[in-house]
């Protein structure tokens, strides 16, 4: 089984994150932050993946912390679930509409960090959630995961949309990426023979 169980115990916020890449998409997430955690029920629905998230932290200060460590332990929990990368696919991609909104995601489990990330949100809040820490969480999921990840939404009007839209479609792509490919079965999908 895939699986792996990250905590991380910090002075700023302590998570406990255990994800199942073979799932069903069952989840669990208490970050204390509604709107971020609506999001990342989005990434296990459409990504077949399993994680559940137990998460306190200084939400007094602001929710960067919290967000961006979430996305630290979320990448952690990926690269070792994922292991040596043997059999899987590598690439994933996909097209994700919420109404007005559509948005792309490209991913490859590379071995190599690299976010690249092209939104521009149509306001800078959800209710009190400030959107521009998702490319926080984003940023340190990739750092953490050793994944390249291209983020375009590339159209909108409601910033929820936008930013939903890009949850789900990187639950989509990252299900593609992390299948077995029968192919490749025992095989480093990389001429260099590991990633």
Do not use: W
Request: charged content about 25%.
């Amino acid at each position: 089984m895939r699986q792996a169980k990250i905590t991380r115990d910090t002075s700023e916020t302590q998570i406990v994150l255990s994800i199942n890449l073979d799932g069903t998409g069952d989840s669990h997430f208490a970050t204390g932050l509604p709107f971020f955690d609506h999001m990342l029920t989005q990434i296990s629905r459409h990504g077949m993946i399993d994680i559940h998230i137990e998460a306190t932290g200084d939400l007094e200060v602001d929710a960067h912390h919290m967000v961006e460590d979430v996305g630290i332990v979320l990448g952690q929990a990926l690269n070792e679930a994922i292991g040596d990368k043997s059999g899987i696919t590598r690439y994933g991609h996909a097209y994700v509409p919420l109404d007005e909104a559509l948005s792309r995601v490209v991913i490859d489990l590379s071995g190599r960090p690299g976010l690249h990330y092209g939104v521009e949100y149509t306001r800078g809040r959800v209710g009190d959630f400030d959107v521009d820490l998702l490319r926080e969480f984003f940023q340190g999921m990739v750092n953490h995961s050793m994944m390249t990840l291209h983020l375009d939404n590339l159209k909108g009007e409601n910033a929820h949309h936008q930013a939903e839209t890009l949850f789900k479609a990187f639950g989509r792509a990252l299900r593609m990426a992390i299948t077995a490919d029968e192919r490749m079965s025992g095989i480093v999908p990389s001429t260099k023979g590991s990633l």
